[in-house]
């Protein structure tokens, strides 16, 4: 039981759900994590879904509230255990299936959480004019200004159906030029620098999120954190330098181009290829 027998499921669900990405569900996510933590309370050792799913179990047929009656009931067909089970067999056989049915949607909405403050306060360097990033330098000791690797110099060198203006010797000329002229890639690739920093940045949302709300082990969050960076990192490197008319990206530098490159001409990337 447990987690355990669905080892296979995680990495063919990593690839469906980046790929189809969601119009993700937080209202189940936060009501199963609400229910989590109120159970949770009655025992000290947690340990794996099952324990969880038991201890819930003991709430259902203790009936706490009707609002938590609610949930359960919920959760209980989401899981797909539908039918005239006794309440604690249906949650047992419901709960570790949901909390890996939430995973990736779960793990979709926080790299799009990362992905906005990183755009944001980083490739534009609003960090360098916002007031809180400003006195938490100050107190920390960081730098107060930050280069956002290159982002903004790259918007500025592209035309609008995407092409560069490297043809341009008046634009090739300026200070935004000249910075990207050591990247071969002029500021369109993931290196794994950048790819090893947003999985990084990624520790402080998805640690809390998986161990502390869906109770993951630890093991089970990296490894489902890891996959997940990587699909992002090879999704995009096999798209954006291409995009611009630039070369692959090797191995040597970020995840490989060439990884996805068979699919550039599907529907998914067309699509990416819109929204981008
Ligand atoms: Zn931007
Ligand atoms: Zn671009």
Not at 67 to 87: D, F
Not at 219 to 229: E, F, N, R, S, Y
Request: charged share 15%; hydrophobic share 40%; with cysteine.
């Amino acid at each position: 039981m447990g987690p355990s027998s669905t080892r296979s499921a995680p990495l063919v669900a990593v690839v469906a759900s980046v790929l189809v990405g969601g119009s993700m569900a937080f209202a189940p996510h936060y009501a199963a994590g609400v229910s989590a933590f109120s159970s949770s309370r009655s025992s000290s050792n947690v340990v794996g879904g099952g324990a969880v799913a038991r201890r819930i179990g003991g709430v259902g047929v203790g009936g706490i509230s009707s609002s938590t009656t609610t949930r359960n009931g919920r959760r209980r067909a989401a899981g797909g255990a539908v039918g005239a089970a006794p309440v604690s067999m249906g949650l047992g056989v419901a709960l570790p299936a949901l909390k890996w049915a939430l995973a990736l949607p779960t793990m979709y909405g926080l790299m799009s959480v990362n992905e906005y403050f990183t755009h944001r306060y980083y490739q534009h360097a609003e960090y360098n004019k916002d007031k809180f990033f400003q006195a938490l330098a100050k107190t920390f000791n960081l730098p107060r200004r930050i280069r956002g690797g290159g982002h903004v110099e790259h918007h500025a060198e592209t035309y609008d159906d995407m092409l560069l203006k490297t043809d341009d010797p008046n634009w090739m000329r300026s200070p935004a030029a000249k910075s990207l002229n050591d990247d071969p890639w002029r500021g369109t690739a993931f290196t794994w620098k950048v790819t090893g920093q947003m999985t990084l940045q990624m520790l402080f949302t998805t640690l809390p999120t998986f161990m502390g709300v869906l109770r993951f082990s630890f093991a089970q969050t990296i490894g489902i954190l890891l996959p997940c960076m990587l699909m992002h990192a090879l999704v995009w490197n096999a798209l954006h330098p291409g995009m611009h008319g630039l070369p692959d990206v090797p191995l040597s530098v970020g995840a490989p181009s060439s990884t996805l490159a068979p699919f550039i001409n599907s529907w998914y990337f067309r699509y990416l290829y819109q929204v981008s």
